[in-house]
T-cell receptor
Framework: GENVEQHPSTLSVQEGDSAVIKCTYS??????FPWYKQELGKRPQLIID?????GEKKDQRIAVTLNKTAKHFSLHITETQPEDSAVYFC?????????FGTGTRLTIIP | SQTIHQWPATLVQPVGSPLSLECTVE??????LYWYRQAAGRGLQLLFY??????ISSEVPQNLSASRPQDRQFILSSKKLLLSDSGFYLC?????????????FGDGTRLSIL
């Protein structure tokens, strides 16, 4: 089955700096890659997703890049703000199921 | 628009007691439905998923079961809870279709076993 690895497990950045979270996947047939943000005690919320026919997607301060050859994808957050502090999960899918990474706890330092 | 409802929000149960968590989706038909468990500070573990009524797949052997009595209703059950069943239980739905669709999560049930 699919295996998704996510790094780093924790990340602290100064407010205004950029944050990058990286994930690798094992199943070359995976074709859908969402990212979720989970605040403490809350449900995971979809923040951006990318499909395998696209190499990059951007939504305001958030961008995701996909390298199908290397089987890795990354989340980029620019101009970080305190409200970006949360746990971020990547995921990969080739069918109805999502396989999640283990999460990255992002802390924005004011 | 589509909404997902999950209840109860919190639950405290003694070891050996039964469990029933309910999830319903509104505003869509024939959704894919999912149950996840999240241990404190950990990732999301898929427990069950369903692509239609009477089509439920179990991902992890355990003392839990799932049922889908109606198209937009998904129920997680146990006959006898264990201490290890404590956690944050999340229901999710996604639209069916040729392209993969994002999963949308309910607000979760925080289950504590005493």
């Amino acid at each position: 089955g699919e295996n998704v690895e996510q790094h780093p497990s924790t990340l602290s950045v100064q407010e205004g700096d950029s944050a990058v979270i990286k994930c690798t996947y094992s199943d070359s047939a995976s074709n859908y890659f969402p990212w979720y943000k989970q605040e403490l005690g809350k449900r995971p919320q979809l923040i951006i997703d990318i499909r395998s026919n696209v190499g990059e997607k951007k939504d305001q301060r958030i961008a995701v890049t996909l390298n199908k050859t290397a089987k890795h994808f990354s989340l980029h957050i620019t101009e970080t703000q305190p409200e970006d502090s949360a746990v971020y999960f990547c995921a990969a899918s080739r069918n109805e199921k999502l396989t999640f990474g283990t999460g990255t706890r992002l802390t924005i330092i004011p | 628009s589509q909404t997902i409802h999950q209840w109860p929000a919190t639950l405290v149960q003694p070891v050996g007691s039964p469990l029933s968590l309910e999830c319903t989706v509104e505003g869509t038909s024939n959704p894919n439905l999912y149950w996840y468990r999240q241990a404190a500070g950990r990732g999301l573990q898929l427990l069950f998923y369903s692509i239609g009524i009477d089509q439920i797949s179990s991902e992890v052997p355990q003392n839990l079961s799932a049922s889908r009595p109606q198209d937009r209703q998904f129920i997680l059950s146990s006959k006898k809870l264990l201490l290890s069943d404590s956690g944050f239980y999340l229901c999710a739905w996604s639209a069916t279709g040729l392209n993969r669709q994002p999963q949308h999560f309910g607000d979760g049930t925080r289950l504590s076993i005493l």
